[in-house]
């Protein structure tokens, strides 16, 4: 169960590769117990804890930081799913579970678990409810939290809350359970989590519009959430930009429509049953590009070419990552204020940093925009850096001014500690000091993550 | 702002009469700075609060109990709608608005507020969110809880949690807000809540179904919850002799098919745009009618038969009214498990107290039954509190090996408080101690409401 040295190393490296540390060790534990062990044994060593599912963070959440005291403890060994009830709608699986593989067995239950995001194939349920991950669904099934119907967790005293009920509903008081949603491991250990479960939507459309601004997207959407109901599952926003970025990465990529446009967006319409899923997304698209919301547009014909249009979102991530170290941010403001936070912003990054590109695109309608400031090729690390920094800053000062979010799904973690701190109330930041002492009087847990905290004396 | 002596009566008397109390005084501040004050007046003065809101709940939650020593604080006045934003499809609406003129409100708008229960004309949203109240539409837009952006909140200390943010997305570390949703303020007193909206449904099917037992009761939420994807907005399930109660209360209501089925649904699917709601419903209603899984139905073909289908739902409740004293029960089991349930503890009812009639009901795509037991008229008040002793005990039996829940939706409060303590394990106890030592540690908000934390010395 104890790794140490070597074999410690994919542990103690973030996603992205840009960032390397060590840890006193790294802990495998199979079962609860185990994990309960481990703590009780770290916390009689003097040392502190970093819990971490398939560490696939953004924010260095999942990373010692202090490698003299810190121990890893990683769930992957504790990947089971202990039960899917279709009938229930239901499902508890272990933390360690890969969200792909939970997505997987659950299908094959003719079920579906909404949570969908580009690291499904590496990330671990425990850790998407740690940070509460957001993704393309959420619009529809809502953040991690509101796919959670229990959890069970180890505490900073090595005693075991077992949360995991799949009842619906249940209004016994004090939500517990919601205080380690989001805590990214500052206040225990997921070690299995409860989760609703939605049918299997056997009817998917996938369009790939092309608009004149991004002012129309946000049109679009009210139009799209009002006109569809509550069948629109995914409606991503992607600049001009994205299709070249896309080729970067995936050079014999087809472009399905004209790259002219001001503004692209991905609708995914789906369902199951009865509604033609089809003839509504038609008939939708149909009536906004006649009133001139749309003016370019195409709707897959078939699964393969629904993955093609995804490619352009996947590939122009991938883009970006093969132009080397860049800022990629996280953001969230009014929906009505997209078209003008994005456009602000931007400008604000271009006055300061006159060489980079930025890169907007994200999940529209929750306000969610990812950001991003691409460096020119050729410079130093120290001149990246420096861009880096002026831009963060660039655009934080724009988001301050729109009461905006700076982590809209991904987590504050390491990475974005400082900027949270500088900005909560005291009044937040006393009852949140409260709160961890009271589960973790140690300061066991996570260390240095979202917030740092005052150490026990 | 201060109330005392037969002005506060009004404030000491729970929704069905039932229980009257008497408090120190009763406070009704106006604004956020008010409540401040008057909480950091009680600490000054060594009085506990006991938030209200519409003073509607069903556990006596907001009844004082203590009256040396506890201040009624009403937010009654501060009842103001902030902003109703459509574009951004969310509101803020300060805690003491009455549901009914929010709803109203946001419809003015072209949007909806989908919480829908049977007191809305009375409660109020704070009172909504502390008690993480329910309804018929959460099995479509879930539990207030996930209805709730964000809250502005006075705490024990006197401080002012202002996190009235519209944002729908922020993942910046624990979620604060969750602690007092549900916490009936035992934590804290709500004082503004930014919340969700949705657009408003222009079509609503509303259908009155016979079936042949709560089995294909269960089947057909099933089907219902797959065929009509999520456009299903409520499913109710009514027992034979709801339309017997209903007629109590309303003589002459018409009953709109036989009454002679073994069970009953009230199935609403709704929704807003291209998708034609009514063809939905009736093509999903012919064919679990060609299967037999549906006996015998009809679907209102105006608004005021809808509006008269639902009066079943709501005279049935009116009509237990009328019967006096009676037991409430408010629980939930697992989906696949209601039949099982409602039948083994209705028998376990009968075994104790044979002369009393079981009229359990309920939301049952949440898998919440309303189990209640009526005593036979002319009964003393003494014979019929042994009943409701007896049938409660008697279902907490059965409801124990379900591992059920004893509060789906209404909280625990004061009524509930020993039932739930009496089960809740060991580290969960710990845990919401420490959490309530933390965040008030001088015992001041809501004493003797879910749980008796030990007084502070």
């Known amino acids: 169960m104890v790794l140490s040295g070597p074999a410690t190393e994919k542990y103690c490296r973030d996603w992205h590769g840009d960032v390397t540390s060590e840890a006193v060790a790294v802990l495998r534990p199979r079962t609860t117990n185990e994990v309960a062990d481990a703590v009780k044994t770290c916390a009689r060593l ?56 939970f997505k997987d067995a659950v299908a094959c239950e003719g079920m579906f678990f909404p949570l969908a995001l580009g690291a499904q194939g590496s990330c671990r349920i425990g850790g998407n409810v740690s940070t509460n991950a957001g993704g393309i669904n959420v619009l529809r099934y809502g953040m991690t939290r509101e796919l959670v119907l229990g959890l069970e967790c180890v505490l900073p005293d090595g005693s075991i809350l077992n949360g995991l009920s799949t009842l619906r509903k249940d209004n016994r008081g004090i939500d517990l359970k919601q205080i380690f949603i989001g805590a990214e491991g500052t206040l225990g250990i997921i070690t299995a989590v409860a989760v609703k479960l939605a049918p299997q939507p056997d009817q998917v459309a ?130 009505s204020q997209v078209p003008d936070f994005v456009r602000e912003a931007e400008q604000a990054v271009i006055d300061v940093v006159p060489d980079a590109i930025c890169v907007s695109y994200g999940h529209i309608g929750d306000g969610n925009v990812h950001l991003n400031v691409l460096p020119p090729a050729g410079l130093s690390r120290n001149e990246i850096e420096a861009r880096i920094h002026d831009a963060k800053k660039a655009i934080n000062t724009v988001l301050d001014a729109y009461n905006g979010s700076l982590s809209a799904e991904h987590g504050i973690g390491r990475l974005k500690r400082t900027e949270h701190e500088a900005r909560i109330a005291p009044a937040q930041r006393a009852l949140l000091a409260a709160l961890k002492q009271a589960v973790d009087p140690q300061g066991l847990m996570n260390p240095g993550c979202q917030l740092e905290y005052e150490r026990p004396s």
Chains 1, 2 share one sequence.
């Open 46 to 101: 003097g040392l502190s804890i970093v819990p971490q599912g398939g560490n696939t963070g953004l924010v260095l959440g999942a990373l010692p930081d202090r490698p003299a005291d810190q121990v890893v403890i990683s769930l992957e060994r504790m990947n089971a799913i202990r039960r899917i009830d279709p009938d229930d709608f239901s499902a508890v699986v272990e933390a360690g579970c890969i969200l792909s593989d």
């Open 206 to 335: 996938t369009a790939l519009l092309g608009l004149n601004s991004l002012d129309d997207a946000i049109a679009l959407f009210r139009r799209a959430r009002r006109d569809c109901c509550d069948l629109m599952s995914a409606f991503e926003f992607m600049p001009p930009v994205a299709f070249g970025l896309a080729r970067e990465a995936i050079p014999d990529l087809e472009m399905p429509i004209s790259g002219d446009h001001a503004a692209y967006v991905l609708l995914e319409i789906s369902g199951s049953g009865l509604v033609d899923i089809n003839d509504l997304t038609e008939r939708f698209l149909q009536a906004v590009m006649e009133e001139g919301l749309v003016a370019d547009g195409v709707i897959a014909s078939s699964t393969a070419q629904a993955r093609n249009l995804w490619l352009f979102r996947e590939g122009m991530n991938e883009g970006q990552a093969k132009r080397g170290p860049h800022l990629r941010t996280d953001l969230s403001v009014r929906l």
